[in-house]
């Protein structure tokens, strides 16, 4: 280790958990200036609607777009906030309850989220 923080692991899951961290980074980074660009420079404000989100849905290109990045920022963020708990939080127990509760509360997340893209379905009349 040249600098300051965590030194890479050798291996095991820490190693995937450190490798996912650096990729799901990058592509991220790129989702979401894509994401600003088409919602918020190509489209401005006036146009965003419950009928743009519809005609965005009925592709599958998009929904695909959107759960991709809600997976990684998800599984992202709570791999950040594990890598804390693991880092600052001594006590076993104590431990033990950070880590259940922030697996139940990114199961839900995660499982609400994609439920949400995976079955929108549009109304006639919003």
Sequence with gaps: ????????????FELYAWLF???????LLVMALAHLAIMHV???VEVIDYQFVV??????????YDLVMLWL??????NGVR????????APGWRVAALASLYVIGFVFLALGSLVILTFRPVANP
């Design 73 to 78: 920022a998800l599984i992202h963020g709570l």
């Design 21 to 27: 961290m650096r990729v799901s980074g990058v592509v």
């Design 42 to 44: 190509v489209n401005n």
């Design 83 to 90: 890598t804390l708990v693991e880092d600052y939080v001594g």
């Design 1 to 12: 280790m040249n600098g300051t923080g965590r030194p890479r692991p050798e291996s095991g």
């Design 55 to 64: 005609r965005r849905y009925l592709t599958p290109f998009w929904r695909t």
